[in-house]
């Protein structure tokens, strides 16, 4: 039994034997996933950076206002 080809997708044929089909992927392509994932993951860090960044300087006082101590501290 030979080891898979790098990139290779798992299919059958009409006799329900398995065989690899080598999917082929452009520069460009490859270049646009990449950007795309880069621009969606810096997208999420900056949220989620804001989102802490607002919990922590807003939503205590919203949330808690009437309660003493450090739970709505200002």
Do not use: H, K
């Not at 949220?47 to 200002?74: C, E």
Request: hydrophobic letters at 40%; charged letters at 20%; zero cysteines.
């Amino acid at each position: 039994m030979t080891s898979p080809e790098p990139g290779s997708v798992p299919s059958t044929d009409e006799g329900g034997r398995e065989s690899r089909a080598v999917a082929g992927v452009t520069e460009r392509e490859a270049r646009r996933v990449t950007t795309g994932a880069l621009i969606g993951n810096a997208l999420e860090w900056y949220d989620f950076f804001l989102f802490s960044a607002a919990a922590a300087l807003v939503f205590n006082i919203q949330y808690f206002s009437g309660a003493r101590g450090a739970a709505a501290r200002r």
